[in-house]
Every structure is written in C-alpha cells, then in structure tokens.
C-alpha cells in the first residue's frame, strides 16, 4: 500500500468513527424520548483490491481501512411479543378493575371484611323491616307499626331508585368508553398503515426510516393494550426484483383469529361497536386503504367478531356493559 493509500485508510477510519460518534450522540440525546430505539452503526472492511496471481508472495494483503454498512436497531422481537402480550393482559385487568371499582362505588353491599359484619345499606334497611314487622306481629297489628313499615319500604324503594339511576348514568359512561376506545383504535389503524405507506416508500429509496419504525412500534405497543395482536413481518415483491418490508396485524385471540387481519400493509381495517340491542356486537370492516380501494388479496374480512377473538382493555369494557364473560354465548348476551 502505498502513501496515498494510507492517507485513505485513515480518511475511511476518521469517517467511520466521526459516524459512530454522530449515532451515539443521537441515542444519548434521545434517551428520554418515547418510543425510540437504540441506533448502531455497522462497519465492514474495505476488502482490499485484487493480486494478481502471479504477484509474489512477499507482497503481504493488507486491509483498506473501514466503511459504513448503514444504521441499523438494536431491537429484540422476542421482547416486543412478550411486551405487547403483557400490555394486553395489564389493559384488560386495569380496564375490568376500574369498572368493578365503579359497580362496588354504587353497590357496595359485601361488607368490610373484618371482623365486625357489616351488611351494607339495603340488608340493613331489610333487616330492619323483618324486625318491624315481627315486632307488630307480636303486637297483635298494631297500626304504629303499619306506618313504620310503610315508611322503611318507601326508603328502600328511594334507595333501589337511586340505585337504578346511579347504574344507568354508569351505562351510559362505559357506553361513551367504548365508544372513545374504538374511535383511539381506528386512529391507531390509520396511522400505523400510513407509516407502513412511507416505510415503504423509504425502503425503495434506500433509506432504513428508523424514526418512522419508532413510531410505528410505539403505536403497536398502544394498539396492543386494546386488543390481544399478533405482528408479522414479510418481504413483498414490488416489481424489478425489488422486495420491501410488509407488515401485517391479526388479532391473536380465538380459534380463527388469522381471518381477522387489522392491518395488511397498506390496507387497514374499521373496528365498530352496536347498541345495547344488539349486545355491543364488536366488528371489523374490509381492508382499506388511504384512498378506500379494497385489499385484492384478503376478502371478506369484515365480520362480526365471536366473544373469544376479543381481548385486552376493549373486551374488557364490553363484559362491564353486558355482564358477561369472554366466552359468553350471544344468547347469554
């Protein structure tokens, strides 16, 4: 190698280490940011130029230095499934809890639990009508006793209306839930196949979009509190031996849930919710995209969804409405 030779080597190295230094001062200044993921720069060695085969064999190889390979994540997919598992079981577990802690907030009738029995408002007021009317019993029907009955039974009728009222206006606030959730799902949808739409226009320019990925994971990792997900990850062929990156959804609850796709590349799906009537039936439409043509290799998608495909926080206030299970029939409903 000559001079000038070495004068390259070190350029390639000073490039290189001025790179790394340049992705490492971007994870430090993005530590505290949500949903970015660790960045590393891959090098490779510059593989020297080719000897002639009857070179000498005293005229040692020696390398030209360093160049970048590109940016890659430092990201683990066993990590994500396991995290995103997780987040659905927390999101169904918070979302049932702060629903009980609603019912027990109006009907709160088991008692203390310690060692002093308390019956709670409504056995109290019963009780206290079985003694009146064994105490007028035993009074041979004295009319003082009538009158106290009378006004006991109004107070608990008071209170059973009071009750009814109270559970009615909680219907109707799990019912602007459900909506709400929905409505943050479909939001969801959306911008994740618009992210899948510019990842796949930066794949076939040669640019990795890793802060579009970040954002993209963060809202999967959102999307996965709502509703138990499986992601996968594929290669499709775009014409003149170009293949980039698809990314599909399904949900991965239920026995059939691989016919349920949320999200196939460009295309997306719309999550709705019935009435009261209708048991707050959860469904999804055909895949869509952005300029609402339907997916030509997934048809049919849009279906009601049975009790077993739903899981995480939306399933959770559905049972809180209906008040039933996961695996409730419809009749049940």
Do not use: C, W
């Not at 009319?143 to 109707?172: M, P």
């Not at 839930?177 to 992210?195: A, C, M, P």
Request: no cysteine; proline share 1%; charged share 25%.
């Amino acid at each position: 190698m000559g001079t000038f030779g070495s004068f390259t080597t070190v350029r390639l190295g000073i490039y290189s280490a001025q790179k790394g230094l340049d992705v490492t001062g971007n994870n430090i200044t993005n530590i505290n940011t949500e949903g970015y993921t660790r960045q590393r720069l891959n090098q490779v060695s510059l593989i020297p130029s080719a000897v002639d085969r009857y070179s000498s064999s005293y005229n040692t190889r020696v390398g030209q230095g360093s160049i970048i390979a590109g940016v890659t994540q430092l990201r683990d997919p066993g990590l994500d499934i396991s995290y995103r598992k997780a987040a659905s079981d927390v999101g169904s577990a918070n979302a049932k809890l702060e629903g009980l802690n609603s019912l027990a907030n109006i009907l709160d009738e088991v008692g203390k639990g310690d060692l002093e029995q308390d019956d709670g408002v409504i056995l109290s007021q019963l009780n206290d009508i079985r003694d009146l009317i064994s105490q007028a019993i035993a009074s041979g029907g004295s009319s003082t006793y009538n009158d106290l009955i009378r006004s006991s039974a109004e107070s608990l009728a008071t209170l059973f209306n009071s009750y009814a009222d109270k559970l009615t206006k909680l219907q109707g606030t799990y019912e602007t839930k459900l909506n709400q959730q929905i409505d943050e799902i479909n939001d969801k949808l959306t911008q994740i196949r618009d992210l899948n739409l510019s990842i796949r226009d930066a794949d076939l320019r040669g640019d990795p979009g890793l802060e579009l990925r970040d954002q993209r994971n963060l809202l999967l990792d959102e999307l996965s509190e709502y509703m138990d997900i499986d992601v996968t990850y594929s290669m499709e062929d775009v014409g003149a031996n170009t293949q980039v990156e698809k990314l599909t959804i399904t949900l991965a609850s239920g026995v059939g849930h691989k016919d349920h796709v949320l999200v196939d590349g460009l295309y997306a799906t719309t999550v709705s919710a019935g009435d009261a009537a209708n048991g707050y039936q959860i469904s999804i439409s055909d895949l869509l995209d952005d300029k609402g043509n339907e997916d030509p290799k997934i048809q049919g998608n849009g279906t009601d969804l049975a009790e077993g495909d739903l899981y995480g926080s939306l399933q959770s206030i559905r049972e809180i409405l209906t008040g039933e299970g996961q695996y409730a029939s419809q009749a049940d409903i």
